[in-house]
């Protein structure tokens, strides 16, 4: 297959071009500046900003992919408001782009924490919480918003991915959450979180090149409270032991459920929890 992969210089991007490549698909990575690297890793380079309405149709059009794979995100400095302009106006243009080049298939990232209040790890078809407080609605709406674009495509498939760890990523040593770890910052809480390695996220989308249309839950086996998991973090990274938070779970940190994927999908993680990802720091 030709695959348009938007957002191929990111962390999960590149792991995505590596394991496409040595399938033997073809990639063209979409990035908003000339990459070395995607060219070393075997992609065509598509040099083009996904806010440029008409220079991104185009750039899908010279590709003639089969699929089109959104891993687009704006995380740098913890920006919401960048990364829901992402979620919205780069979707809509990358979407409408995959249409008027006639492709069928659209593969988007998004995430499995904007799940309405529950007191169980949610399934997909839980309605995604729009009547949440103003502190994180943004975040859902930019979410939906995503989602219902991608739903446009005549086939698609949504990748409500877990909470990243690993190299690269906030959760890692020397990263953003470790630094706050260890200046005591990063308390143990009651919420619950679903967590994914970086390399279990980029298999999960190109096995997605397979999957039937809907949205999946790409997280690992192990939906745990911050009790369990933020003293083990700050262990694995050197940090103190974490104060204890003893404020009520928020109704929607409830973590993920991935029985669709690993039951009826057949992707299995390879790190099936953040113990063992952790431990391996």
Not at 95 to 105: E, K, N, P, S
Not at 110 to 136: M, N, Q
Not at 187 to 193: F, I, L, N, R
């Amino acid at each position: 297959m030709r695959i348009f992969l938007a957002g191929a210089s990111g962390v999960i991007g590149r792991r995505v071009t590596t394991l496409l490549v040595a399938q033997g698909h073809q990639v063209v990575g979409a990035t908003r500046r000339t990459s070395d690297v995607l060219a070393r890793l075997g992609a065509e380079v598509s040099v083009v900003d996904v806010y440029d309405r008409d220079a991104l149709a185009g750039a899908v059009l010279a590709a003639r992919p089969d699929v089109v794979m959104h891993q687009l995100t704006d995380l740098s400095g913890g920006n919401r408001a960048a990364n829901a302009r992402v979620r919205e106006e780069g979707t809509r243009n990358l979407v409408d782009a995959a249409l008027a080049a006639g492709v069928r298939r659209v593969i988007a990232q998004s995430i499995a924490w904007t799940y309405e209040p529950g007191t169980a790890p949610a399934a997909e078809d839980v309605p995604l919480d729009l009547t949440s407080g103003a502190d994180r609605l943004a975040t859902v709406e930019a979410v939906h918003t995503l989602e219902e674009t991608v739903a446009q495509a005549p086939e698609w498939v949504v990748l409500r991915y877990g909470l990243f760890y690993g190299p690269e990523t906030w959760y890692a040593p020397g990263a953003l959450m470790a630094n706050l770890a260890a200046k005591g910052e990063l308390p143990a809480s009651a919420d619950v979180t679903s967590f994914v390695h970086v390399d279990d996220a980029a298999e999960a989308a190109v096995s997605a090149l397979e999957w039937p249309t809907g949205a999946v839950n790409v997280c690992d086996d192990d939906p745990a409270s911050g009790y369990d998991w933020t003293p083990a973090f700050c262990r694995a990274v050197g940090a103190p032991e974490p104060a204890r938070s003893d404020a009520p779970r928020a109704g929607w940190a409830r973590g993920a459920d991935n029985r669709y994927a690993r039951q009826e999908l057949g992707w299995t993680p390879q790190r099936k929890s953040w113990r063992d990802g952790f431990a391996a720091f």
